[in-house]
């Protein structure tokens, strides 16, 4: 569980951030899939699908598959959800900065959902794979964990809101300078 927030919502973003900001890749491919809805949508899949019991036990039962295609899954799906979200010096973003501060509220919906359901099942919902207290103990860190984590990208997102804001009323005031 905790690799799992580590790797979704503390790698992908800081990815992000140390992305060049003249870095927009026109492949089609890329820019589907960092559309807001859809990378929201893939960034939620991944994370819910990989909890319900079923996918987590063969995956499990199948360490190649977390290694090879879980792991990555977590680092690209978050890079593509994130890409348009954080501050890259607000260039060529596909989302303003106030849409990107409700992206990642909402994306605490399905994160506190998750590790919500993972701590108050009465037995382990993973085939006995894991002891009920550990279990609960994967879904606070999940819950609470997440949800400190999201409130801090959620700030730095408000801070580059008002920033922008602060921008844009610097080109008001100077364009009124600029008529008298």
């Known amino acids: 569980m905790v690799q799992h927030v580590t790797l979704m919502m503390i790698s992908g973003p800081l990815l992000v951030l140390g992305t060049p900001s003249h870095f927009h890749p026109k492949n089609v491919v ?9 990378s929201w949508v893939l960034y939620a899949g991944v994370m819910i699908g990989v909890h319900l019991p079923g996918p987590h036990q063969f995956i499990m039962n199948n360490p190649w598959i977390h ?3 879980e792991v990555p899954a977590y680092v690209v799906v978050a890079y593509l959800f994130y890409f348009n979200l954080l501050d890259r010096n ?3 973003r ?12 909402l994306m605490m919906v399905p994160e506190t959902l998750t590790g919500f359901f993972i701590y108050v099942a009465p037995t382990s919902i993973y085939g006995g794979m894991f002891t009920l207290l550990d279990q609960r103990r994967g879904g606070s860190i999940m819950w609470s964990g997440g949800m400190i ?3 801090v990208w959620m700030a730095f997102a408000v801070y580059h809101w008002i920033k922008s804001e602060e921008l844009a009323s610097e080109k008001v005031d100077e ?3 600029n008529e008298q």
């Open 149 to 151: 984590v999201d409130t």
């Open 67 to 69: 290694s090879y295609l």
């Open 90 to 92: 607000l260039v060529g």
């Open 94 to 105: 596909v989302i303003s900065p106030a849409m990107a501060v409700i992206a990642l509220f």
């Open 30 to 38: 890329f820019q589907t899939l960092t559309k807001p809805v859809l």
């Open 175 to 177: 364009e009124m300078a």
